[in-house]
């Protein structure tokens, strides 16, 4: 799956309208907002009450077609609407026709305290927050109603290019997007569930503006051992974790990359003796230099911030192979940024917002896909941003978003399965980029299943990594 800027999309849309027609496309579009509706009301529909928030243009056109629909089932249907007279107007008609009845911005208070469904017709893919009044006024309203929330295409307030706010923004529980997904609507909070309606968008094999992974792809791309194959062909991970004050973290991120299988698992550290009481097939030493050979070194879990912590960190970054920093190790190279910058190996970095602003001072980590990418290009780094929706940034500009994932991750020790889980996928020989956004997708379903199991902590990961 990808997503798409507005730009890709309206090009696409453009010749879908030249072999289609406005009035017909609009009309398919309306219909899959109105059964996306009536799953939304459950049953019985009739009564119901749904309120349409109508600007101008085809947006608002969309949601009116759809109240068209939605009240020739019996529904009570009512279209508040900025201006009326910018409304479309053979949407409009036909919303008429159908029984649907206009409402001033006065009304709105009423009828959204009132309804069952709340249909977001406001603006269009063309906008960019700030919302105008009365527009920002009917999505402060429509949040605070007791009622789901149904975005036509996007909810309003939020840009489609990168997800950022500026005002108010409608709080949707489910988006209709034509064509293809917006990348801003999948890297925030504000979409809900994201339902992509094709419309015969001639969108195959277009340019794209990032990668979305799914179950497919994870098992395309997970690596496989043949009958050929020895424990050194199948990867060599070294980890470089944990501390007298932090031993737990170094058997989390060593749980991590055993349980993605590479060929062997080398620690070094002072936990080795705690990694290898919960993993006695990790081969475990003291010390960086005793570790031997690896294919790719992960470095920073519950390493500590002293002096030790800093000749790992330095010892681990002049290795002539793929590094993974996280966690204190993030911390460590803020202070040490030269450290990164005499890399001539692929580096992975993978903070949450407070190691990025660390890192990275002066990017703003609310404003996830600028700030991804940014820090990418700047640093020759690629940047794994953790959060809601993990954004996975390149060097070249390649962006993942990964749209597995749970509140379940919320917990210590989550980040540092994840650290041991892509270092396993860097050591099996996958690219960096890949690496990346596979770890974040496996460790998202991973914390689905454990979530779904009623299995909580951290260390649950480890069972449902493959």
């Not at 996306?36 to 009450?49: I, S, Y």
Request: aromatic residues 4%; glycine residues 12%.
């Amino acid at each position: 799956m990808h997503s798409y800027t507005v730009a890709q999309v309206l090009a696409a849309e453009d010749a879908a309208l030249a072999a289609q027609g406005q009035l017909p496309l609009m009309r398919r579009a309306a219909t899959a907002v109105a059964l996306a509706a009536v799953r939304a009301l459950g049953t019985p529909l009739r009564g119901r009450r749904v309120v349409l928030l109508v600007g101008g243009g085809n947006n608002g056109g969309d949601a009116l077609f759809a109240g068209a629909n939605l009240a020739r089932r019996g529904l009570r249907v009512d279209a508040v609407c900025t201006d009326v007279d910018r409304a479309h107007a053979a949407a409009l008609d036909a919303f008429r026709r159908a029984g649907g009845r206009v409402a001033t911005t006065d009304d709105a208070p009423a009828l959204l305290g009132h309804a069952d469904l709340i249909v977001d017709g406001l603006v269009g893919i063309g906008a960019r927050p700030p919302l105008r009044p009365p527009a920002a006024r009917l999505v402060e309203l429509a949040n605070a109603a007791n009622a789901a929330r149904l975005a036509v295409d996007l909810p309003s307030g939020l840009d489609p290019d990168d997800g950022t706010t500026d005002g108010p923004v409608l709080a949707a529980d489910h988006t209709v997007t034509f064509g293809g997904a917006k990348t801003g609507l999948l890297v925030g909070d504000h979409a809900g569930v994201v339902e992509v309606q094709p419309l015969d968008f001639p969108l195959a094999g277009a340019p794209f503006d990032a990668l979305i992974l799914d179950d497919a792809d994870a098992a395309a791309l997970l690596p496989r051992s043949g009958v050929a194959n020895s424990k050194y062909s199948n990867g060599v991970v070294g980890i470089a974790a944990g501390s007298t004050q932090y031993p737990g973290a170094a058997v989390m991120c060593a749980g991590g990359a055993v349980r993605l299988r590479p060929g062997m698992v080398r620690f070094a550290g002072g936990s080795h003796h705690a990694v290898v009481t919960r993993w006695p097939e990790v081969v475990a030493t003291a010390t960086v230099a005793e570790a031997g050979r690896v294919q790719a070194w992960v470095v920073g879990p519950g390493l500590g911030g002293d002096d030790t912590g800093r000749a790992v960190l330095a010892e681990v970054l002049a290795a002539d192979v793929p590094v993974l920093v996280d966690a204190d190790g993030l911390r460590l190279l803020a202070e040490r940024p030269e450290l990164l910058a005499r890399r001539t190996h692929p580096t992975v970095l993978t903070p949450h917002a407070g190691e990025f602003s660390a890192l990275f001072p002066d990017l703003d980590p609310a404003r996830r896909l600028h700030a991804a990418r940014t820090a990418a290009a700047r640093s020759g780094a690629f940047v794994l941003l953790k959060g809601h929706h993990t954004v996975v940034a390149a060097p070249d500009g390649r962006t993942a978003i990964t749209l597995s994932g749970s509140g379940w991750l919320a917990s210590a020790g989550s980040g540092d399965v994840l650290s041991g889980v892509t270092g396993s996928l860097l050591a099996a020989g996958l690219d960096p980029f890949t690496a990346a956004a596979l770890g974040a997708f496996v460790h998202g379903r991973a914390g689905e299943k454990a979530e779904a199991a009623g299995h909580a902590g951290a260390q649950a990961l480890w069972e449902h990594l493959r």
